[in-house]
């Protein structure tokens, strides 16, 4: 079974600094992983995928993670955080069959002027 | 694409009603999914349709939940006898058939409360 814990469930950066959330994942096979962002009161907006290929991808709003598969992480970076980045952000791995998603508990970023 | 719709937004019942939630995919997309998400949490699976087939289905989904996907297009999800503890937000995604894409793509939700 696939489970994903994401590292912190608060998270404060000042405008302009670098953004770094946190996501673990486990999984008995080769593992898709995703990143979303959840806006209040609203579903959640794919931010990027890891399938297959380049372990760095890159997503919308400036958003990149890179695939560790020897740390079993995939942590979401942006270089210089914007106050509209702040959000809930989650982590997913897709189960073996290709159908759903398992999802970490989310970490909120908050984003000081 | 016009993305996925669900309806209504909100929904507030009193314990014991029924309840009935939309969701239309995007045109085209053959799977579908149903999640559910608590204050604080990250959703969690409920069940899945390809085309108009429930393929899987969480422990989640009580005896009171039932889902239905009739012609392969819009799905519906019922709760019967509500709970305090259904009060969640429900979110419904959906995917293409393309071989290798895997992402789901969400709606808005239905937040739920039971008085």
């Known amino acids: 079974a696939q489970s994903v814990t994401q590292l912190g469930s608060h998270v404060s950066v000042s405008e302009g600094a670098l953004v770094l959330l946190r996501c673990n994942y486990s999984s008995s096979v080769p593992p898709y992983l995703f990143w979303y962002v959840q806006y209040p009161n609203q579903g959640l907006q794919l931010l990027l995928k890891y399938t297959t290929g380049a372990t760095l991808v890159k997503g919308i709003n400036g958003f990149e993670a890179e695939f560790k598969k020897s740390e079993t992480s995939f942590h979401l970076t942006k270089p210089s955080a914007h106050m509209s980045d702040a959000a809930e952000y989650f982590c997913?791995?897709?189960?073996?069959?290709?159908?759903?998603?398992?999802f970490g508990g989310g970490t909120r970023l908050m984003v000081k002027p | 694409d016009t993305g996925v719709s669900q309806d209504p937004r909100h929904k507030i019942t009193k314990r014991g009603q029924n309840v009935t939630f939309r969701c239309d995919p995007i045109s085209e997309h053959n799977r579908l999914y149903w999640y559910r998400q608590t204050l604080g949490q990250g959703p969690e699976f409920l069940t899945y349709f390809q085309n108009e087939a429930q393929l899987e289905k969480s422990r989640l989904l009580s005896d009171r939940f039932s889902a239905e996907r009739p012609k392969g297009s819009f799905s519906t999800l019922e709760i019967q006898r509500t709970e305090q503890g259904d009060s969640a937000m429900y979110l419904c995604?959906?995917?293409?058939?393309?071989?290798?894409?895997?992402?789901?793509?969400f709606g808005p939700g239905t937040r739920l409360t039971v008085t």
């Open positions: 995604a959906s995917s293409p058939r393309k071989t290798g894409a895997y992402e789901q793509y």
């Open positions: 997913a791995v897709l189960g073996n069959a290709g159908n759903m998603l398992t």
